[in-house]
T-cell receptor, first 118, second 111 residues
Framework: EAQVTQNPRYLITVTGKKLTVTCSQN?????MSWYRQDPGLGLRQIYY???????DKGDVPEGYKVSRKEKRNFPLILESPSPNQTSLYFC?????????????????FGEGSRLTVL | KNEVEQSPQNLTAQEGEFITINCSYS?????LHWLQQHPGGGIVSLFM???GKKKHGRLIATINIQEKHSSLHITASHPRDSAVYIC?????????????FGKGTLLTVNP
């Protein structure tokens, strides 16, 4: 079954305690991305990756790091979490979100990770 | 940066009504996505459009590239259609892959 898997789904942590949210996809997608969703602000892109070892900043990258060492995995790292990073996080993948010859730009989302930083 | 506006922000309908949700954007794009998010739930892709029109069941999505506008229509709406509908745009090919999202339209369909 085609899927994007995020872990953990729920996490409560304290300020400054490093954490990693994992994201894995089984569709051999080139594109992977992280988003945060906040009330009144909608979805905002944190980082994205077009392929292994290729990552780029989205609109709200401050306080986050990512890596893409393997095609299937794209972890989101919060080195020193702060309360303003309390949010609902989504990982997504696609062959190419802009479409293309195969027109297979459909986005597949993980189930979300609700993070609370105290 | 592309500005994506959705309207209306909130929409309440009676079961069976025809629903239209609009999305406008300010800069040329390579594709537009319509997404659905049920309360407390994950996000599901409904359509990806580069031109014209697509239909899936009771859902129809159209896009007018010249006018920078897309619409999502739901025919014969049902309470299970109650969800947030989100429009997202991909920048032109050859540029970056920063997706820009609208703030969503909350649809409530009453029985």
């Amino acid at each position: 079954e085609a899927q994007v898997t995020q872990n953990p789904r729920y996490l409560i942590t304290v300020t400054g305690k490093k954490l990693t949210v994992t994201c894995s996809q089984n569709m051999n997608h080139e594109y992977m991305s992280w988003y945060r969703q906040d009330p009144g602000l909608g979805l905002r892109q944190i980082y994205y990756s077009m392929n292994v070892e290729v990552t780029d900043k989205g609109d709200v990258p401050e306080g986050y790091k990512v890596s893409r060492k393997e095609k299937r995995n794209f972890p989101l790292i919060l080195e020193s979490p702060s309360p303003n990073q309390t949010s609902l996080y989504f990982c997504a993948s696609s062959y190419s979100p802009g479409g293309g010859r195969r027109n297979t730009g459909e986005l597949f989302f993980g189930e979300g990770s609700r993070l609370t930083v105290l | 940066k592309n500005e994506v506006e959705q309207s209306p922000q909130n929409l309440t309908a009676q079961e069976g009504e025809f629903i239209t949700i609009n999305c406008s954007y300010s800069v040329g794009i390579s594709a537009l996505h319509w997404l659905q998010q049920h309360p407390g739930g994950g996000i599901v892709s409904l359509f990806m459009l580069s031109s014209g029109k697509k239909k899936h069941g009771r859902l129809i999505a159209t896009i007018n590239i010249q006018e920078k506008h897309s619409s999502l229509h739901i025919t014969a709406s049902h309470p299970r259609d109650s969800a947030v509908y989100i429009c997202a745009v991909s920048p032109p090919r050859g540029s970056n892959y920063k997706l820009t999202f609208g703030k969503g339209t909350l649809l409530t369909v009453n029985p």
